[in-house]
Nanobody, 123 residues
Framework: QVQLVESGGGLVQAGGSLRLSCAASGRTFSNYAMDWFRQAPGKEREFVAAVSRSGGSTYYADSVKGRFTISRDNAKNTVYLQMNSLKPEDTAVYYC????????????????WGQGTQVTVSS
């Protein structure tokens, strides 16, 4: 069992920045690929960014590429999402997720989920 707790969400103006954190506990963190997903009101939960177990490989949705950066610190059991140049369309609840094994962008392949943190970008 892996427990995930997100933090760092909030209200920011368009063009601003936020850094989300996701703290993991319960199992060996470095055994898990980590993802960030988001869900806006009335929409499906969508992939945002993924990082491999070592942190050596990352992958991004086209909508955030060049603006968001995912990283992890295995010594601190934490994954981060640095979000720059935020847009109103980035407004959503952001979730971190973990899966044992290789990096994936597929929601249903992730076993463990956090409770989410709200990000609101005003225009």
């Amino acid at each position: 069992q892996v427990q995930l707790v997100e933090s760092g969400g909030g209200l920011v103006q368009a063009g601003g920045s936020l850094r989300l954190s996701c703290a993991a506990s319960g199992r060996t963190f470095s055994n898990y690929a980590m993802d960030w997903f988001r869900q806006a009101p009335g929409k499906e939960r969508e992939f945002v960014a993924a990082v491999s177990r070592s942190g050596g490989s990352t992958y991004y949705a086209d909508s955030v590429k060049g603006r968001f950066t995912i990283s992890r610190d295995n010594a601190k059991n934490t994954v981060y999402l640095q979000m720059n140049s935020l847009k109103p369309e980035d407004t959503a609840v952001y979730y971190c997720a973990a899966r044992s094994g290789a990096l994936s962008t597929i929601r249903y392949e992730y076993t463990y989920w956090g409770q989410g943190t709200q990000v609101t970008v005003s225009s």
